[in-house]
């Protein structure tokens, strides 16, 4: 399974939209743009989640710095999240 960050997404981009443009190159299992938790306005960039390594790496190749909704993207493979100290 491979864990694609896109980044650089239009605010009226849905994750179906998202799903769509990674779906011409192969499986996805699952696409989610990121939300604010207190506007519920995108945060301007998403997951995909795509099960073949080859499909995921031609979508990367393919889709990075290409327009969507009037936006070049940032695609490339998601690292892991960091931990940071919790914020109160």
């Known amino acids: 399974m491979t864990n694609i960050y896109v980044g650089n997404l239009s605010y009226r981009t849905s994750s179906e939209d998202l799903q769509a443009a990674f779906e011409k190159y192969g499986e996805v299992s699952r696409a989610n743009v990121?939300?604010?938790?207190?506007?519920?306005?995108?945060?301007?960039?998403?997951?995909?989640?795509?099960?073949d390594e080859d499909a995921a790496a031609e979508a990367i190749d393919a889709l990075n710095d290409q327009e969507l909704d009037g936006r070049r993207l940032k695609v490339n493979v998601a690292r892991p999240r960091e931990s940071r100290p919790r914020r109160w």
Do not use: A, L
């Not at 990121?34 to 099960?51: C, H, K, L, Y």
């Open 34 to 51: 990121i939300m604010d938790r207190d506007t519920g306005r995108s945060r301007g960039f998403g997951f995909v989640e795509m099960p």
